[in-house]
């Protein structure tokens, strides 16, 4: 009995401890908590009309209705969010999968000549489109849909994995009927994974809609690396092909969503770990990542670090939460200004006020890595503004003044990596980016980001080898 009473005690005595560290003896929240913690605006009233649901409930087995499925696996989430993923093991929420073969198959997407390899295996695609078709109709239908990112504030995201192959499988079909057909899907699909970078509010999101973007243009690029194009489609393939604009390349929201995810899990006064499918969650991101060319662990790595515990109670301050507040503001403002370094934690924790029982209790320590997602998204962008070189450089009236118009095409055409012109090997022939290590590795697809630069006439520039060539250069991203 005396035991019992003093595990009681103990027990009283934490969660006293806990309130009184919690409300951070007697500080407010700051406007800048304030501001990020108020929700972006919606514009979608109705669930049934919204893309997104569509996205979570894809792969539902063909009885169900995807719209509803997702909507329903949201609402479930919604109860408890920032603490319930969203449940694919409920029900039959994930029983379509494409197979490995067909995955496999679809890897001529990125051989030298894909339009070829299409033509190849038009019977393949044919049967897989047939085999698929519940898929692809849903495919067809989430590109007609309005698209609007209810996954903010929550944990969960949807299964890309099928979506994917999906997305493949419906461009290939076109171009194994014909070139024209091909572009009239890739001219669509791209537009909707646009209008999805533009809109994405989770970090997720954004990064697969980028993903999606590059698989389109790096088909495109090879498209335009066809020397016999009609002036109809080289204006039609132009207007595919224009840089990210500020709303693509923003991650004000992805960046605020996991501040306000963080206070989800954090401001709970016993809180434990994710409930409804945390597997599922951390293999859909560890596959976003991969396939983004991110480490496995990248989402984790940005994750607003949870507040000590004791006993499982939360002993987080609102001082500290404050200060992490005002990084989370830097972060956002310099992530969508400029290219120049990430402000720091420790920084701001420096010039933060903090109390003892702040520092003791709550020492903050963990600096999260958003340098990776801002490269990622910055080399989708590199892409779009390689792809648009190519079709200017088609017709250069010397070979000397290649490099010369590949500097006049402007500022919105220069590397993002390094706010200078792209550069150019005539000796590999390719137009390239240094990417994000920001050396110039002569072109070598690696390090660099390339695309081929094929004239329009019957041959090839006589050049002299060294002529656009940039020396060896050490420069990193400013």
């Known amino acids: 009995m005396r035991n019992l009473l003093i595990a009681i005690c103990t027990i009283v005595v934490f969660v006293e ?17 304030t501001a990020l913690l108020e929700p972006p605006p919606r514009t979608l009233e109705s669930p049934k009309k919204n893309g997104y649901f569509l996205l979570l409930g894809f792969s539902a087995t063909p009885s169900l209705d995807p719209v509803e499925t997702g909507h329903a696996m949201w609402s479930e989430a919604e109860l408890d969010r920032g603490h319930r993923v969203f449940n694919y093991d409920k029900g039959a929420r994930a029983e379509l999968r494409v197979t490995p073969d067909t995955v496999h198959a679809l890897q001529a997407w990125v051989s030298p000549d894909p339009l070829a390899e299409f033509q190849i295996q038009h019977e393949f695609v044919r049967n897989s489109v047939t085999q698929y078709a519940v ?12 698209f609007e990112d209810w996954g903010y504030g929550h ?24 070139v024209a057909t091909g572009v009239d899907r890739l001219e669509k699909d791209l537009a909707v994974w646009r209008m999805v970078l533009a809109k994405a509010e989770t970090l997720p999101t954004k990064v697969m809609a980028a993903v999606m973007i590059d698989d389109d243009v790096i088909l495109l690029s090879k498209v335009l690396s066809q020397r016999h194009l009609s002036k109809t489609m080289v204006r039609r ?26 206070m989800s899990r954090s401001k709970r006064l016993f ?7 945390p597997e599922e969650l951390e293999t859909n991101r560890q596959w976003v990542a991969i ?56 920084d701001v924790v420096r010039t933060s ?18 340098e990776p997602f801002l490269q990622r998204i910055m080399e989708t962008d590199a892409r779009l503004r390689l792809a648009a070189l190519q079709l200017k450089v088609r017709k250069p009236p010397r070979p000397q003044d290649l490099p010369a118009r590949i500097a006049q095409a402007g500022t919105a055409y220069f590397d993002p990596f390094t706010d200078l012109p792209m550069l150019w090997s ?38 002299t080898p060294k002529l656009g060539i940039k020396a060896k250069s050490t420069a990193r991203r400013r």
């Open 17 to 33: 401890i806990a309130g009184l560290v919690q409300s951070g003896i007697g500080e407010k929240p700051s406007a800048t908590v």
């Open 291 to 346: 396939r983004a060319g991110l480490n496995p662990d990248a989402f984790e790595k940005v994750g607003q670090p949870l507040s000590t515990k004791m006993l499982g109670v939360s002993l987080q301050t609102q001082s500290t939460v404050n200060t992490y507040a005002t990084y989370y503001d830097a972060i956002m403002k310099a992530a969508d200004t400029s290219h120049g370094p990430l402000p720091r934690l420790q």
């Open 237 to 262: 393939l132009g207007r595919l092909v224009r840089p990210l604009d500020r709303s693509e390349r923003s991650m004000r929201w992805p960046i605020q969503n996991e501040f306000v995810v963080g």
């Open 271 to 277: 809180h434990g770990e994710a409930v409804g499918g």
């Open 135 to 146: 898929l692809m109709n849903r495919y067809r239908r989430w590109l007609a849909m309005p």
């Open 426 to 463: 005539p000796t590999q022939g390719k137009l390239y980016s240094v990417g994000k290590d920001g050396l110039d590795d002569g072109g070598d697809s690696t390090f660099d980001i390339s695309v081929p630069t094929v004239f329009a006439s019957n041959t090839m520039p006589s050049v």
């Open 155 to 178: 944990l969960g995201t949807p299964r890309f994995t099928d979506l994917l192959v999906t997305h493949r499988l419906f461009v290939a079909e076109g171009f194994s009927r014909n």
């Open 353 to 370: 006020p903090r109390t003892f029982v702040d520092m003791v209790v709550n020492p903050i320590h963990e600096e999260p890595r958003w």
